[in-house]
Structures are given as structure tokens and as C-alpha cells.
């Protein structure tokens, strides 16, 4: 199983980012697909969730700001931030579990800073 996230960067605060991972090794529609971030100092944080039936959830601290979806076809998982503040700041990883076992993408670090 593999999970390439990529995207990352340095965005604006109020701005924009869209952060992709492609997955490989996996039946990649059947499987449920997260988000989490990582800030300097804190622990990892689920940010976002999207099962097989693209039902979705969202931390509080994200609703109404970010977007996850999902591309079956292209085997990719998306995070879409919209208004993003400087405590977005963090690595971010795409994470699955399969049989049982939970697999993570290296970490793509954004960057909210004017």
C-alpha cells in the first residue's frame, strides 16, 4: 500500500490550497480515506474523513472551510482549503486502513503565513 500526498505549500491567510493523494495497493473505492495534520508540538489531528459512499465528517475547526473528495477512477483522495488561517499550519497526511492496519502518506507541509 502506498499513499502519495503532495500539494503542500505556502498559502495566504483567507487563501486557498488543494492537497492531493494518490493511492496504490488498495481497492482504492472501497476503502474508507482521512485527512489528518500535524503542527509542531501537538499531536496528529483527524481533519477530515470520506467513506466508500462519500459520506463525510469534518473536525469542528475546519466545517464549512475544507473539502474532502474522492476521484475512484484516478485512485486519489483530495483535501480542498478555502480560508485557511495560520493555525492550518501543519504536515498533513492521508491515511486508510486496510486488513486492519493503518497506512499513512509522508506528510505534505502547508504553510499560512503572510
Known amino acids: 500500500v502506498q499513499l502519495q500526498a503532495s500539494g503542500g505549500g505556502l498559502a495566504l491567510p483567507g487563501g486557498p490550497l488543494r492537497l492531493s493523494c494518490a493511492a496504490s495497493?488498495?481497492?482504492?473505492?472501497?476503502?474508507?480515506m482521512s485527512w489528518y495534520r500535524q503542527a509542531p508540538g501537538n499531536e496528529r489531528e483527524l481533519v477530515a474523513t470520506?467513506?466508500?459512499?462519500?459520506?463525510?465528517k469534518y473536525a469542528d475547526s475546519v466545517k464549512g472551510r475544507f473539502t474532502i473528495s474522492r476521484d475512484n477512477i484516478k485512485r486519489t483522495l483530495y483535501l480542498q482549503m478555502n480560508s485557511l488561517k495560520p493555525g492550518d499550519t501543519a504536515a498533513y497526511y492521508c491515511?486508510?486502513?486496510?486488513?486492519?492496519?493503518?497506512?499513512w502518506g509522508r506528510g505534505t507541509l502547508v504553510t499560512v503565513s503572510s
Open positions: 470520506i467513506t466508500s459512499n462519500r459520506d463525510t
Open positions: 495497493g488498495i481497492n482504492f473505492r472501497l476503502n474508507t
Open positions: 491515511q486508510t486502513i486496510f486488513r486492519e492496519r493503518a497506512y
